[in-house]
């Protein structure tokens, strides 16, 4: 697996996504040689970002990769710790395509993206426009959509290697533009058009996308970590600069704008390569951590899982502890900095455990669908983002979990 270009701010090139082309030849010279079976080994498996991750993972393959709905799983799939080798198994056959493809995720190609962009600009509910541009001078395009007074910002993909992010906007944009139905839309997305207005980012890291990257734009930035300045100004050995137009455009464009805009809810979306579930990680680490955003968060999160049971929320990251958030991470500068409601959704590259399909897996599909899905809970919590302490209006259903991210501890109780 190729590295990333070098992160300044973390002192490391990530790795581990990967996707790629296999072909077997002359298999027709052999006619009793139908098919031949391939022992594939990524032997840098154990040098990437994430190698722990690997534990449970199983890796996709398609012989259609153009077709999100063509993958399935290799359940074969193993990591040797020992050797630090991901290796699985591939039975060729003469008689179908002598062309097969693997990846981590199934990929989202650059020109998907400009086919989504283009679908969105024919919709006559929306406005799509550039906020700037990338390093590489790609543009950094924002749908906006609804009309209500509350500012929805839902932001995709800044890492670039997870693909899934992307799956998961163009779930949300079929739905609340009616891409699939000729721009006719549903009851429950005219509620939210007029509760809501929405500024949404498809891909915060174009660049990284186009370059094959894990996790960084194309000057080795990890776009995750540079929504604000860190270290001390008067020490110049510590002192890191974020946002600039030099080091991370994207993230400068897009915060400039949120500036304009007021943010009353936001979603951050990503994938995560070792927890096998659908969660959010909340703002339980800022200074601003209150009643209100506890109470939104628990019935957010709660109305999310009662319309999506892919979604849950016992298992997540553990929560930063009080004072303690890392503001220079994107979900909770937006927190802090608009006193809103914000989370980061994370989508797992493995099977999702809360309705599992080995054969499948968390797919392109399913990220789509939990896209889509996504308008309920901010239907759900929309009247209350603004008001103070404790919120009354919602059942005890609704009260915050505090989650845990060892979740074999809890599938053993």
């Not at 962009?117 to 749908?143: F, N, Y």
Request: charged share 25%.
């Amino acid at each position: 697996m190729r590295k990333d270009p070098f992160t300044q701010l973390e002192n490391v090139q990530h790795s581990q996504y990967f996707n790629f082309r296999s072909c077997i030849q002359n298999m027709d010279n052999d006619e009793t040689l139908n098919t031949r079976l391939v022992k594939y080994v990524l032997s840098n498996a154990g040098d990437v970002s994430f190698p722990g991750a690997w534990e449970g993972s199983t890796i996709f393959y398609s012989i259609n990769p153009w077709d999100p709905s063509s993958w399935r799983r290799k359940l074969d799939t193993t990591f040797d710790v020992d050797k630090g080798e991901l290796v699985w198994t591939h039975n060729h056959d003469s008689s179908s395509s002598r062309f097969i493809y693997f990846a981590y995720f199934p990929p989202y190609s650059y020109e998907r993206h400009l086919s989504l962009i283009s679908k969105c600009e024919g919709s006559p509910l929306a406005t799509v426009e550039s906020l700037g541009q990338t390093l590489d001078g790609r543009e950094m395009e924002c749908i906006r959509v609804g009309n209500g007074d509350k500012k929805c910002w839902i932001i995709h993909r800044k890492h670039p290697g997870e693909t899934m992010a992307e799956f998961y906007a163009e779930g949300l944009l079929t739905r609340l533009l009616g891409l699939d139905k000729d721009y006719v839309v549903d009851g429950m997305v005219k509620d939210v058009l007029k509760m809501y207005t929405f500024y949404i980012v498809p891909n915060m890291c174009p660049d990284g996308a186009a370059r094959g990257y894990l996790r960084t734009n194309a000057g080795g930035q990890n776009l995750n970590r540079e929504w604000c300045s860190t270290g001390n100004k008067e020490d110049g050995e510590s002192y890191y600069e974020a946002p600039t137009l030099e080091r991370s455009p994207e993230v400068y464009h897009v915060l400039k704008k949120m500036d304009e805009t007021g943010v009353d809810v936001f979603l951050d979306v990503h994938g995560d390569e070792a927890l096998p579930f659908n969660f959010l990680a909340g703002s339980e680490g800022c200074p601003n951590w209150s009643d209100r955003l506890k109470s939104l968060h628990g019935a957010f999160l709660a109305q999310y899982s009662r319309t999506n049971s892919d979604m849950q929320s016992a298992i997540a990251y553990t929560p930063e502890q009080p004072g303690q958030g890392r503001m220079n991470v994107c979900s909770n500068q937006i927190a802090v900095r608009f006193d809103c409601l914000a989370a980061t959704l994370e989508m797992p590259f493995k099977d999702c455990l809360s309705n599992p399909d080995p054969e499948r897996g968390w797919n392109a599909a399913r990220a789509a669908m939990l896209g889509a899905s996504v308008l309920e809970p901010l239907a759900y919590v929309g009247p209350y983002l603004r008001e103070g302490g404790e919120l009354k209006n919602f059942g005890a259903s609704d009260e915050y979990v505090t989650p845990t991210s060892d979740y074999k501890s809890l599938q053993l109780m």
